[in-house]
């Protein structure tokens, strides 16, 4: 399929009429790269006088599996699940938004059907990996997300099925008692500053820092492998001392499991990625971070594995501080980075601090997990799966 049947489709699902203005729109929406759900000035207007972003939700029948193997190596081990394309956080610096095809600003694409769909894949299944819910969208962004991320743990629990969550939406309660005492369940909590001006102004639409802190405390309390994501740090913006000291020891009073640090990387195939931020700069009058973004990004910079990510040795002393306060705290806690290339800075040697093993049907019929598998599915010389499952053997 190419980029224009793609776009055509995308374009298709975006109401015909603007969601603030109610008058009629003409499709495609665009600045630049860019592209909006509303007329560009009421999605800015709307932005302005609200403080808020609008994000419009739209139903997308899901085509592909609803279960993925991502592409990258360190996600083959498991199953990529999203229930939506696009989130309501509405973050400015969003993967999702930099993925082809990506939603327009001001609307995210809802899979509709995706719940009963993955229940079918894994009722057919013989083999299934742990399954990551969501790399590139928020699975508790909103509160129908929320009843279908429930649903699915409810579903996950009663198969036997490893799951974990990625979030900066609020965990009901439902979904801790849907968990109490089932082994193969983690929660990743994304929050990269505790400055309520700050984490606002960059994600506009996600609940706040005492939100997400006390999904972290409440995930202890109900004795669940809790990981704090630091992530990803906006250079200039979140990254300075005091605010990863004070963020890190706030995780560290709380005993959290496991840290992970990262900085923003630029999705190369994407131009929109980075047009977006240089336009968040200009919308909020601090242009002087755009020239210093193309310094550290495109003049010092380098790409790795797909994306652009700043000077080494800009990001090196941050994420080594990190560390430091981990090891000087005495705490358990482990420490990984996510697409940072610096190894010697973990505590450890697994980036999410866990790794569950696939599961596989036993006579039966029940999932268990495999035996003597470390869930380490780049380098495992065993083969237990069916070819469909796409496990990548070395």
Same mark, same amino acid.
């Given at each position: 399929?190419?980029?224009?049947?793609?776009?055509?489709?995308?374009?298709?699902?975006?109401?015909?009429?603007?969601?603030?203005?109610?008058?009629?729109?003409?499709?495609?929406?665009?600045?630049?790269?860019?592209?909006?759900?509303?007329?560009?000035?009421?999605?800015?207007?709307? !932005? =302005?006088? %609200?403080?808020?972003?609008?994000?419009?939700? +739209?139903?997308?029948?899901? %085509?592909?599996?609803?279960?993925?193997?991502?592409?990258?190596?360190?996600?083959?081990?498991?199953?990529?699940?999203?229930?939506?394309?696009?989130?309501?956080?509405?973050?400015?610096?969003? /993967?999702?938004?930099?993925? !082809?095809?990506?939603?327009?600003?001001?609307?995210?694409?809802?899979?509709?059907?995706?719940?009963?769909?993955? %229940?079918?894949?894994?009722?057919?299944?013989?083999?299934?990996?742990?399954?990551?819910?969501?790399?590139?969208?928020?699975?508790?962004?909103?509160?129908?997300?929320?009843?279908?991320?429930?649903?699915?743990?409810?579903?996950?629990?009663?198969?036997? *099925?490893?799951? /974990?969550? +990625?979030?900066?939406?609020?965990?009901?309660?439902? *979904?801790?008692?849907?968990?109490?005492?089932?082994?193969?369940?983690?929660?990743? +909590?994304?929050?990269?500053?505790?400055?309520?001006?700050?984490?606002?102004?960059?994600?506009?639409?996600?609940?706040?820092?005492?939100?997400?802190?006390?999904?972290?405390?409440?995930?202890?309390? !109900?004795?669940?492998?809790?990981?704090?994501?630091?992530?990803?740090?906006?250079?200039?913006?979140?990254?300075?001392?005091?605010? @990863?000291?004070?963020?890190?020891?706030?995780?560290?009073?709380?005993?959290?499991?496991?840290?992970?640090?990262?900085? +923003?990387?630029?999705?190369?195939?994407?131009?929109?990625?980075?047009?977006?931020?240089?336009?968040?700069?200009?919308?909020?009058?601090?242009?002087?971070?755009?020239?210093?973004?193309?310094?550290?990004?495109?003049?010092?910079?380098? &790409?790795?594995?797909?994306?652009?990510?700043?000077?080494?040795?800009?990001? /090196?002393?941050?994420?080594?501080?990190?560390?430091?306060? @981990?090891?000087?705290? =005495?705490?358990?806690?482990?420490?990984?980075?996510?697409?940072?290339?610096?190894?010697?800075?973990?505590?450890?040697?697994?980036?999410?601090?866990?790794?569950?093993?696939? &599961?596989?049907?036993?006579?039966?019929? =029940?999932?268990?997990?495999?035996?003597?598998?470390?869930?380490?599915?780049? /380098?495992?010389?065993?083969?237990?799966?069916?070819?469909? &499952?796409?496990?990548?053997?070395?």
């Amino acid at each position: 399929m190419v980029q224009g049947d793609v776009l055509s489709w995308v374009w298709r699902l975006i109401p015909e009429k603007c969601s603030i203005c109610g008058e009629k729109l003409s499709k495609p929406i665009k600045l630049g790269y860019i592209s909006f759900a509303q007329h560009k000035e009421c999605y800015f207007d709307f !932005w =302005k006088s %609200k403080d808020k972003i609008p994000a419009v939700p +739209v139903y997308r029948r899901l %085509k592909s599996p609803a279960l993925k193997t991502a592409n990258m190596d360190c996600l083959r081990s498991r199953f990529s699940l999203n229930l939506s394309d696009g989130c309501p956080h509405e973050c400015v610096y969003c /993967y999702a938004r930099a993925m !082809w095809p990506s939603p327009p600003h001001g609307s995210y694409f809802i899979r509709s059907g995706i719940v009963d769909r993955v %229940k079918n894949f894994i009722k057919r299944s013989r083999v299934v990996k742990p399954v990551y819910a969501s790399p590139v969208s928020d699975p508790l962004a909103s509160p129908e997300l929320a009843e279908m991320t429930l649903e699915l743990s409810r579903f996950f629990v009663d198969e036997n *099925i490893p799951f /974990y969550l +990625v979030t900066k939406g609020e965990i009901p309660n439902r *979904i801790f008692e849907t968990v109490q005492n089932y082994p193969f369940f983690a929660v990743q +909590v994304s929050l990269t500053t505790l400055d309520k001006s700050l984490a606002h102004l960059i994600e506009p639409n996600a609940p706040s820092s005492e939100v997400r802190l006390r999904n972290l405390r409440k995930a202890k309390d !109900w004795g669940i492998f809790t990981v704090l994501r630091e992530d990803p740090f906006l250079p200039l913006l979140t990254d300075s001392e005091q605010n @990863i000291t004070e963020l890190t020891q706030e995780a560290l009073d709380m005993e959290v499991d496991h840290i992970i640090g990262s900085f +923003v990387g630029l999705k190369t195939s994407s131009p929109s990625h980075f047009e977006y931020l240089q336009l968040w700069f200009r919308e909020n009058e601090i242009e002087e971070l755009a020239e210093k973004y193309e310094e550290l990004f495109f003049d010092k910079g380098r &790409v790795f594995h797909g994306y652009r990510i700043s000077w080494d040795k800009y990001r /090196y002393p941050k994420l080594k501080l990190i560390r430091d306060l @981990i090891l000087e705290s =005495k705490k358990k806690t482990t420490y990984g980075l996510c697409l940072e290339d610096m190894d010697s800075l973990w505590i450890g040697d697994q980036c999410e601090g866990f790794r569950f093993a696939p &599961v596989k049907r036993n006579r039966e019929q =029940k999932f268990v997990p495999i035996e003597g598998c470390e869930g380490n599915c780049r /380098y495992c010389q065993i083969q237990c799966t069916s070819r469909s &499952v796409q496990l990548k053997l070395t």
